[in-house]
């Protein structure tokens, strides 16, 4: 069965940064493309971009498109998001998510909660 | 970038309504539109993609419609485990933006 199992929580100062994995299982690593989605406390599901295992190719949200970078390991079936220059507001829940091809996030990992405080 | 407008925020309904939500796309997005639902502390689960297509699984109350650039969530004989948050999101083109959510509460 299709599963993304992600990292454990990360509590991090302002200003530096943070990597979340997302282990893939039970598909084809290279076939879907990986969706990054993050929700901060209360607030609703906001889009951070994604990635195309078999190139590497990646797309992000423009706001976040300097600070962030994704990393596809094919030869683990890993995924990565590195995220730096971090601030408070990047306190959220951190979600990878499977495109299938509908285009739609069919299969989601459990969160990865990073909190960003001095 | 195309912007979603979901409505509304909040909604207040009874075991047994029947319950719709709507998403606005700023411009054509061809039916790439997927409805999620979350419950707290879970991640969101898809329901319909590519505007009405249920997702498997998913029970048949739930279904997913489309006007031009309206597209129509609606839950038929609402269930006690439909109490949640619904989201939108459009997959035409990036960046692939979520509405604001619709919370579902017991009335």
């Known amino acids: 069965q299709v599963q993304l199992v992600q990292s454990g929580a990360e509590v991090r100062k302002p200003g530096s940064s943070v990597r979340v994995s997302c282990k893939a299982s039970?598909?084809?690593?290279?076939?879907?493309?990986i969706n990054w989605v993050r929700q901060a406390p209360g607030h609703g599901l906001e889009w951070m971009g994604r990635?195309?295992?078999?190139?590497?190719?990646?797309a992000y949200a423009q706001r976040l498109q300097d600070r962030l970078t994704f990393i596809a390991d094919v030869s683990t079936g890993t995924h990565y998001l590195d995220l730096s220059g971090l601030r408070p507001e990047d306190t959220a829940i951190y979600y990878c998510?499977?495109?299938?091809?509908?285009?739609?996030?069919?299969?989601w990992g459990q969160g990865t909660w990073v909190t960003v405080s001095s | 970038d195309i912007q979603v407008t979901q409505s509304p925020s909040f909604l207040s309904a009874s075991v047994g309504d029947r319950v719709t939500i709507t998403c606005r796309a700023s411009?054509?997005?061809?039916?790439?539109l997927n409805w999620y639902q979350q419950k707290p502390g879970t991640a969101p689960k898809l329901l319909i993609y590519?505007?009405?297509r249920l997702q498997s699984g998913v029970p048949s109350r739930f279904s997913g419609s489309e006007s031009g650039t309206d597209f129509i969530l609606t839950i038929d004989s609402l269930q006690s485990e439909d109490f949640a948050t619904y989201f939108c999101?459009?997959?035409?083109?990036?960046?692939?933006?979520f509405g604001q959510g619709t919370k579902v509460e017991i009335k």
């Open positions: 039970g598909y084809s690593f290279s076939a879907y493309t």
């Open positions: 998510a499977r495109m299938d091809t509908d285009l739609a996030l069919d299969f």
């Open positions: 411009q054509n997005i061809r039916s790439y």
């Open positions: 590519y505007a009405s």
């Open positions: 990635i195309i295992p078999v190139s590497g190719a990646a």
């Open positions: 999101q459009q997959t035409f083109s990036d960046p692939r933006a």
